[in-house]
């Protein structure tokens, strides 16, 4: 079974740039998160999907961060404008069903803001 | 909101030894989740555990879920150079539709041959 898929794997940008990370969760899984890493600390969540819907988006720094998930499969996340503190790794996950505990991450996207 | 705290913050042990590292939290946990992250990847999956008290095993490792809910153990038994990462514990807290999976701040490992 092939597994979370993200692209790019690295990302280098000036701030005040934008910047977009896409997503391809496993096969039939129907809640998709995005999680930023900062260096040195645990994944923190920005946005949790469930198909296409947004269940939870109250980490999500609105004013520059968006996100969507069309047809409840694919997903990307969107900055703009960047600053230097959203250098971090993006991380996507997703998982079997709502209360489906068990998330499964992708690679990551590591953004560089310089 | 629900904190998680993971003791130690890291460790550098000798290959052979057996680790022991914690989470623990202000507030009850109906699960807890064991991930470790090797460098420049995405955490996976270790181990999950949903009752008090219960005692599971991957291998060489063993994770138990605290009798209060409020905290968990990760222990790994005969550590090898690949056991080398960060180890996280997380938990769900609940939102208006679901679930959000809470983070700790990791436990990072280090393993000298």
């Known amino acids: 079974e092939a597994g979370v898929a993200q692209s790019p794997r690295y990302k280098i940008i000036e701030k005040r740039q934008s910047v977009a990370f896409w997503c391809n969760p496993i096969s039939g899984h129907a809640t998709l998160y995005w999680y930023q890493q900062i260096l040195g600390q645990g994944p923190k969540l920005l946005i949790q999907f469930q198909n296409n819907g947004v269940v939870d988006d109250s980490q999500l720094p609105k004013d520059r961060f968006s996100a969507e998930r069309l047809k409840g499969v694919d997903s990307t996340l969107k900055i703009q404008p960047a600053k230097l503190e959203d250098s971090a790794v993006y991380l996507c996950?997703?998982?079997?069903?709502?209360?489906?505990?068990?998330?499964?991450f992708g690679q990551g996207t590591r953004l560089t803001v310089v | 909101g629900q904190q998680l705290n993971q003791s130690p913050q890291s460790m550098f042990i000798q290959e052979g030894e057996d680790v022991s590292m914690n989470c623990t939290s202000s507030s009850i946990f109906n699960t807890w989740l064991w991930y470790k992250q090797d460098p420049g990847e995405g955490p996976v999956l270790l181990i999950a555990?949903?009752?008090?008290?219960e005692l599971t095993s991957n291998g060489r490792l063993t994770a138990q879920f605290g009798i209060t809910r409020k905290d968990s153990f990760l222990n790994i038994s005969a550590s090898i150079p690949s056991d080398v990462g960060i180890y996280f514990c997380?938990?769900?807290?609940?939102?208006?539709?679901?679930?959000?999976?809470?983070f700790g701040g990791g436990t990072r490992l280090m393993v000298k041959p």
């Open positions: 997380a938990g769900p807290r609940f939102n208006n539709a679901g679930n959000m999976l809470t």
């Open positions: 555990l949903y009752k008090a008290g």
């Open positions: 996950a997703s998982s079997l069903a709502v209360r489906g505990i068990e998330a499964f």
